[in-house]
């Protein structure tokens, strides 16, 4: 069993009973092709959390300061993340995550590119779109609706796929397809809040 496995299965076996888990439409995540999962951001917590209920093997963009501490450096390279200038075009990355949907793997993004402190839900930014457009990955929404506190429930909602099809078709630009994919997490916290 790999370390991602083994840090999946800690992280889920005391984050369930904690924060009371519930996990609804992770059926919504095609087993096999390219995906990418965009999710809300409410807390550190957000990734484990999503690549803990996702049934794929998730890879996570992080910011390239987390990479920065050599005590977390080789965690999070073991659990699939991979480090990204944050505020600026960062190509290395770019090639890094496009290439893993090239290979049929599954991505993680937050589009917001950082935590929400007031739970709500910003803005998100356009390399979300970039990626969105430039692959043929299936776009899957998730929320994570809080609060990470000690015996509240906690649900990870993942929605069904956006249609992106029609957007690649009218090759809208990069932030019109964040806006869309923003849009759909939305309905998903409105709904299940």
């Known amino acids: 069993m790999s370390f991602y496995h083994i840090a999946k ?4 076996y005391i984050s369930k009973p904690l924060f009371r888990m519930e996990v609804i439409g992770a059926e919504n995540i095609p087993k096999s092709g390219p995906v990418i999962i965009c999710s809300n951001h409410i807390s550190n917590f957000d990734p484990p959390m999503v690549g803990g209920s996702a049934p794929r093997v998730v890879h996570f963009l992080a910011k390239e300061e987390l990479f920065e501490k050599k005590w977390l450096k080789p965690i999070l390279t073991n659990v699939n993340a991979f480090p990204i200038k944050r505020g600026m075009s960062d190509r290395n990355a770019l090639r ?5 949907l090239k290979e049929g793997k599954t991505l993680g993004l937050f589009p917001e590119g950082t935590r929400s402190k007031s739970m709500e839900l910003g803005k998100g930014l356009s390399g979300v779109g970039f990626f969105a457009l430039r692959s043929e990955a299936t776009v899957v929404p998730c929320a994570i609706i809080g609060p990470y506190k000690i015996g509240r429930k906690l649900k990870i909602v993942y929605g069904k796929p956006v249609n992106m099809k029609q957007l690649r078709e009218d090759k809208v630009s990069a932030k019109e397809a964040t806006d869309h994919i923003m849009e759909n997490i939305r309905k998903i916290i409105e709904k299940y809040q």
């Open 9 to 12: 299965n800690v992280v889920w």
């Open 96 to 100: 890094k995550a496009l290439g893993l």
